[in-house]
């Protein structure tokens, strides 16, 4: 004990002497900006940013040229279920590195929780090898490490760095890490065998990575950043013991909170402007006595808050995905995601080519649908992939966009050209589907005579305004149109995500732990998602909660799309210049900063950009359907009400489920099954 004392005294010294920034704290987040802030919240100044970034993007590449193909091959050779096997046993084996720590901060209840757990396993779980004490007596392992002991004794953390092979980390961090191998067992055994197995299980554990790390590769303009971001915010979670589910369920919800969510409910009275009529479940009827009627009742819904139900289709994935034998990077994974191929289309000349997706049915003469995401979502994103096995089960190839509104797409088109104005961007979206079938139809020697455009939210928008061009213009020659909860005046839908991102203001004094907590519900809600799955009443947030989560999603879609124009028009701009610009806007700005002018109105805008400007071919069409749920908070009653006199039965409604919090429940999918096989 006396030697870890004296560790830690050193640690400190060397902290204080050698890395004087270990006595500042995070900078306190300003109440002007509008968003979220999260460096800033849990980091210090990134005062080696520009080195920091270097070394981020060699680690980057040196995991695509060489560390992924190790675990491609890895996750290749053995079955899931070992993967996991082993991964337990070595959690097993680090037993001494939670006891010590667990005793370094005094955690005696930490203490027998980790001994139980580790005689538990190594008895009745075959050495570690089975979690016999999370599965059986429901003991999860608390993840405690030598960095939370330094931390309880007081050691700042220092600077945010990143290093080679090791990514982000901090002062703290690294003596942590060295600590934790010292009180490794296996470090202390040396034979050539033993280095092998070593390594392997290396191999094993850190192979959980490259999903994260292909995500984060994948769908962010700035990788750099929003690891940063996870790494603040996750080494706040384990300090304070957040990612422990016993921690979670004693946290309560304060009176303050109690009254904004009744704030929020008489809020979102107004806002909904309607209620169920119990003896007529299937009317809803509205504040000023008019009545829309749901076509599709949910039974047993049990609704919570309009954001809260938006967020149940973005946490939990459709329930019939089926879990694979092997890994998600194995070579023998082929669920249906996996079959989907990766294109590549030009848009502008002498502009990076836009990556999508698609999958072809073996019939040359097949059906196609062409999928459009939410706001801000890339060609890989969920939904897409959903939405194209369900037509591909009834025998449609398929091709997955990305959000026009969004940075892969900013990247590929003209210079100096800001999207966000539907009449302007639709030759740049056409031009992309006719050059991405012309591609396919060429390499595959393939005849799509009959084609059908499907989208959700923003992609729901900018189907439909396809539709008005094909209808005034001819041109990609569509057969369908199928629109999900697509905002009618987009300036409405814009000004209501605006307020949700601004929640995180009505909690200044406790933000900090507000957050991390937030976050650490969102982590624990996904690993136990099966359990919703099946049959789940609510979502385990409050209104407030269900705000932080939406604000964080919208935020970095804006995000991205400032950063990626910016950095595409001035590549030599000073990146914290941008963010000081990112973290200043809403949408509602970036509206008012690429398309106000002496000549462009705001009111101009919101007549061009609202779904009325398509009305004559909503009346006069009738190769569409549209789906929306009467508690959408993205579009008011009156336009709702507008747009069922212009559709009549195109629009089908259905009783709950906001803004896309329908996607997955049967009643839905049965209606869009037959929308397909029309």
Known sequence: MRK???????????????????????????????????????????????????????NLRLNRIFVRKIHVLWA?????????????????????????SSLLQRDFDAMRHETKRFLINTTLGAAG???????????????????QALAKCKIKCGRFLVL???????TRDIFGRILDFALNPTTYIASPIAAAIKM??????????QPIINMVESNFADPYIIAKEFFGVEKYIKLSNYDRKNVLEKIKTNDDEIDLVNKDKKENKTVKGAFLDKNSPNIVVNLNNEELRADIFLDDYNPQSPVMDSMRTALFDYHKNKKSFWHPISLWNRNFAKKIKTGYAQISKDKPKYKFFYILQKEKTSPLVVIFPSVGEGSSNSHGKILAELFYEEGYSAIILGSHFQWEFVKSIDDNYHVGLI????????LLINNIISDLSKKYDRTFLKRTAIGTSLGAYTALFIANNQYETGGNNFDKFIAISP?????????????????WKNYPDNLKDKVAYTVAKVIRAYNDKDEFLVNFEKLPFTNYEAKLISAFVFNQKLSDLIYQTEIKNNPDIDKKEIYKQINSMNYNDYIKKYFITDEIHYDDIAQTTSIKSIND????????????????????????RELKTSCDDKLVLLSNGAHLGFLYRKEFIDDLKKEIKN
Do not use: W
């Open 4 to 58: 870890f004392k004296k560790i830690i005294g050193l640690v400190l010294l060397i902290n204080l002497f050698f890395f004087n920034s270990g006595i500042i704290q995070a900078v306190e987040l300003s109440q002007t900006q509008k968003n979220l802030n999260y460096t800033k919240l849990y980091l210090n100044e990134d005062k080696y940013e520009n080195f920091n970034r270097k070394i981020f993007n060699f």
């Open 76 to 100: 290749s050779l053995f079955p899931e279920f070992l993967i996991n096997s082993l991964n337990c046993a070595y959690s097993n084996i680090e037993y001494p590195k939670r006891l010590i």
């Open 129 to 147: 090898l089975i979690d016999f004490a999370a599965k059986v007596f429901k003991l999860e392992m608390y993840n405690e490490d030598m960095e």
């Open 164 to 170: 080679p092979f090791v990514s982000c980390t901090n």
């Open 200 to 209: 392997g299980l290396l191999i094993n554990r850190t192979a959980y990575i």
């Open 423 to 430: 009449k302007n961007d639709i030759k740049y979206i056409n």
């Open 487 to 503: 905002p009618y005046s987009l300036l409405y839908a814009i000004g209501q995500i605006d307020k949700i991102t601004t929640a």
């Open 617 to 640: 071919y909503l009346i006069n069409s009738d190769n569409y359907k549209i789906y929306h749920s009467l508690d959408d908070y993205l579009i008011n009653k009156s336009d709702l």
